[in-house]
């Protein structure tokens, strides 16, 4: 659906099921993506996964990021997010 007069392909639950059962394990998440990508996982896994949905730490907006540009914003968030807690 990423051609003109063709809409917008729904977002693939699936897909969104499989990456939030990837992230059980983790302490702090922060979700990056482009166009509406990062808020309908995020809207998603509020809903059906609510422990998960607590350890957003942050979403970004990104489109087709460098893994550097990835680990710049990460770093940004958990250094900011250490602070937080060592207060």
Do not use: C, N
Not at 15 to 34: C, H, N, Q, T, Y
């Amino acid at each position: 659906a990423d051609h003109v007069h063709l809409g917008k392909a729904p977002p693939d639950k699936e897909f969104f099921d499989e990456v939030a059962s990837k992230l059980g394990g983790f302490r702090g998440v922060i979700i990056v993506g482009p166009g509406t990508a990062r808020t309908e996982f995020a809207g998603h896994i509020a809903h059906l996964y609510p422990m998960l949905a607590k350890r957003v730490w942050g979403i970004e907006a990104m489109d087709h990021p460098t893994d550097a540009q990835i680990v710049a914003v990460a770093r940004k968030f958990f250094r900011a997010a250490d602070r937080m807690h060592r207060a």
